[in-house]
């Protein structure tokens, strides 16, 4: 049974896990919080990629105090040597009397290797506080390990009546600067962000993160271009910024220009007329890749949901009506009759500066 001592300390060890939301991945986001005597002598979080641990951050700024002390950390401590040494390790070394983790390592060949250290050291371990909280905090990096596919999330910006653009492709600007400044934020979270052809050609896209007060440490979001027939022009605007832009085609094509213009170009088999979708998020999550954001149009967009690849979907809705003359959100061929339907799972509504961000899961 947990205290709401212990609830007070994990809650503290979650929020410190999310500070590593711009610049933890490929790794989790996790959080520890040392507790001696029922006052915190340490904290600590993951940071980046390569670099200490969210425990051991928490043990150097402990010292000799994290002797007797109690460990809540966000996920269950590692038990094996990856780019750092073992965290379980270095929490037996630091005499720390008693673990808490809000949730086992999803690796099946590591869950509970970590516990089980602490348990044959003599230390005391309890597992499942705020789990649920901690697996919605990392469900990117969950889905990648058990799921073997990045988490896909689908943004759309909307007018009131559902439209994404006018009927000749004009959409700038359907919403305000405060919903496109929190569109940066989504992508700093990404690994990935995913884009057809057709959003290439139409719109000429970044698809990077230039908010300058978002500190990712110099982390771009791989983009990712859906190109079956590779028509992306060498001079996209996505070639020449940092970080790397993927070219997803289908069949021999001529790749060596877009190569020479910073691309990679990457064949893969096709689904009907388009690149096989399936093949690119195993790919993706063979590069270690959490969270894809998708910014596509209506094509894409409905093709994933059709396909259930859609896991979460961030629709941003401003308050004006764009008339029929318009292109609606998703284009669905196959879903004719209303059992067709996707269920979604509102999880929040609010508001970004005059336009309403709805973020819902798809229950699959």
């Given amino acids: 049974m947990f205290s709401a001592a ?7 060890a979650l929020q410190l896990a999310a500070r590593g939301a711009y610049t933890a991945h490929p790794n989790p986001m996790v959080g520890c919080v040392l507790v001696k005597d029922g006052t915190v002598v340490g904290e600590g979080w993951h940071q980046k990629a390569g670099e200490a641990h969210a425990e051991i951050n928490a043990l150097r700024a402990a010292g000799d105090k994290a002797k007797g002390a109690s460990a809540y950390v966000t996920l269950e401590p590692c038990a094996h040597t990856g780019k750092t040494p073992p965290c379980a390790h270095a929490l037996v070394e630091a005499g720390v009397a008693r673990v808490v983790a809000a949730m086992h390592d999803p690796f099946r060949t590591e869950s509970g290797r970590g516990l089980k250290i602490f348990q044959q050291a003599g230390i005391a371990t309890e597992v499942g506080l705020m789990q649920a909280a901690a697996e919605s905090l990392n469900a990117g990096f969950i889905s990648r390990v058990i799921r073997g596919r990045p988490r896909v999330r689908l943004k759309i910006a909307a007018s009131l009546d559902g439209a994404i653009a006018m009927s000749n492709g004009e959409s700038q600007w359907i919403t305000g600067p405060e919903a496109r400044h ?25 698809l990077n993160v230039r908010a300058p007060e978002i ?7 791989l983009r990712v271009v859906l190109d079956s027939r590779l028509r992306t022009p060498v001079t996209a605007a996505m070639l020449s910024l940092p970080g790397s832009t993927l070219v997803c085609c289908t069949g021999d094509n001529a790749a060596q220009a877009l190569e020479d213009a910073g691309a990679e170009v990457r064949d893969f088999g096709a689904h009907g007329s388009i690149v096989n979708v399936f093949e690119v998020l195993a790919a993706l999550s063979e590069r270690e890749v959490n969270d894809v954001l998708v910014e596509a149009g209506p094509q894409l967009s409905g093709y994933l949901l059709e396909k259930d690849l859609v896991d979460e979907l ?7 009506i764009m008339g029929s003359n318009t292109r609606e959100m998703f284009t669905t061929p196959s879903w004719a009759t209303l059992a067709d339907r996707r269920a979604l799972a509102i999880k929040d509504v609010r508001r970004v500066g005059a336009d309403t961000r709805i973020t819902a899961e798809i229950e699959h």
Avoid: F
Avoid at 6 to 12: L, N, S, V
Avoid at 190 to 203: E, F, K, P, Q, Y
């Fill in 6 to 12: 212990d609830c007070t300390h994990m809650a503290r």
């Fill in 314 to 320: 961030v629709i941003y809705q401003s308050p004006h």
């Fill in 182 to 206: 929190d569109v940066q934020k989504l992508r700093a979270k990404s690994g990935a962000i995913m884009t057809g052809i057709g959003t290439v050609l139409a719109d000429n896209p970044s």
């Fill in 215 to 221: 500190d990712t440490q110099g982390l771009q979001p």
